[in-house]
């Protein structure tokens, strides 16, 4: 199904992914092809976030019909994205992103969780097209995911299911930017092993690229031992940066603690997505809204 879900000659539609360093836009075609793509750099924005948000859309837009704008951002947030918080975006504290958005650029806007967009796009286009339950995550700067079960994306109660950075991994461990102590992204994201060693996660050690694969491995076959969920596929700088020995180790460590019967065929793997994939997700979030 196109992401307008109207087929092939549908209006394209403007995706927008917004992450803790980079925001991505783009026009993508019914098909799902991107067709203009566009970056703008938080650190470079300054506190104004929305006005070079909107003029970018814009320049994508140009006078073409839009059939609505599509959002992947940081969370957390409200449903919907009526207002978010993202955690590694501090200037944004309950901000009415959604509405913020849909005003500005004249466009119906569709909000979700960043990872959780992910998710959608791995089951359309990636390496889950054949699955009908499994877990997408993002090992990167920090860690996310969306869980899809049966063929549907969870919400959760508020519309954050998915948040897998914040298992805890390692009790009493180092402190999470949500609070809490010893939460997979505290203990096995880029800025926690930046914190942790000094360096950035493409100069880790085998040490630390070892424990970080085993952290997330344990935490997924805890998962998927709860959800029974045989799959999960792993995108991000810092997993696909350690390279084959990331999921041969993560994979071992999950089943390690994953040892019911029906957990037997877990595997964790590599998304099947390019960098396109979050700008898809992002416009399969507005696809899934407007249906």
């Known amino acids: ?3 307008t879900g109207a087929g092939d000659n549908a209006a394209p539609c403007l995706a927008l992914d917004i992450g803790a360093s980079k925001i991505d836009g783009a026009l993508v075609g019914a098909d799902g092809t991107i067709l203009i793509r566009e970056r703008l750099f938080v650190n470079e924005l300054g506190n104004d976030l929305v006005t070079p948000i909107v003029a970018m859309l814009q320049q994508l837009q140009k006078s073409k019909d839009v059939a609505y704008l599509g959002v992947g951002c940081a969370g957390p947030m ?7 918080s993202p955690l590694n975006i501090t200037q944004w504290r309950n901000f009415p992103l959604r509405s913020e958005l849909e005003s500005k650029t004249g466009v119906k806007t569709f909000v979700d969780g960043d990872a959780r967009a992910l998710a959608l796009a791995e089951g359309e286009y990636g390496a889950a097209k054949n699955d009908a339950s499994y877990i997408s995550m993002v090992v990167s700067t920090g860690i996310g995911g969306g ?3 049966d063929g549907k994306l969870l919400d959760g109660e508020t519309g954050n299911s998915g948040h897998v950075g914040h298992i805890n991994v390692v009790p009493d461990g180092n402190l999470c930017s949500c609070g809490a102590r010893g939460c997979l992204e505290a203990e096995a994201s880029g800025w926690a092993i930046e914190a942790m060693t000094g360096k950035s996660p493409k100069d880790a050690s085998s040490e630390t690229r070892a424990r970080t694969a085993e952290l ?4 997924i076959g805890s998962l998927c031992s709860v959800l029974d969920v045989s799959s999960c596929y792993v995108a991000g700088s810092v997993a696909l940066g350690f390279g084959d020995e990331f999921f041969d180790a993560a994979t071992k460590a999950a089943r390690s603690v994953a040892r019911l019967q029906y957990s037997d065929r877990l595997k ?3 998304s099947g997505l390019g960098d396109e994939g ?5 416009a399969l979030v507005g696809r899934r809204a407007s249906i």
Do not use: D, K, N
């Open 1 to 3: 199904m196109s992401p």
């Open 78 to 84: 409200t449903r919907g994205g009526e207002t978010v």
């Open 147 to 149: 869980i899809v079960i």
């Open 216 to 219: 997330v491995g344990r935490g």
């Open 268 to 270: 964790i793997e590599r």
């Open 278 to 282: 979050p700008l898809l997700g992002a």
